[in-house]
């Protein structure tokens, strides 16, 4: 029998911004290998991977919407 561990974080909104951002570069990497690739294991194995950086990407978009509002999932550089 497998034991999940968990891990709880304490972020701040610039670290979590960070992080957001960092993970929806990910997805994006990993559907555009899933949409080019003609390797099937490395299509299946990034879809997979896929699926839980989603996951993932979600939960914590959604706390941190909850704590820092909407604009925590605002990446722009440009100045305001």
């Known amino acids: 029998m497998t034991h999940i561990k968990e891990m709880n974080s304490s972020l701040c909104d610039w670290e979590a911004r960070i992080i957001l ?35 993932l990407k979600e939960r914590l978009e959604n706390q941190a919407i909850e704590v820092f509002g909407q604009q925590i999932t605002n990446f722009s550089r440009e100045l305001l």
Do not use: M
Request: glycine share 6%.
């Open 21 to 55: 951002e960092a993970i929806t570069h990910e997805a994006e990497r990993l559907k555009s290998i899933c949409e080019t690739s003609e390797d099937e294991d490395e299509v299946a194995d990034a879809g997979n991977d896929y699926l839980e950086v989603i996951g």
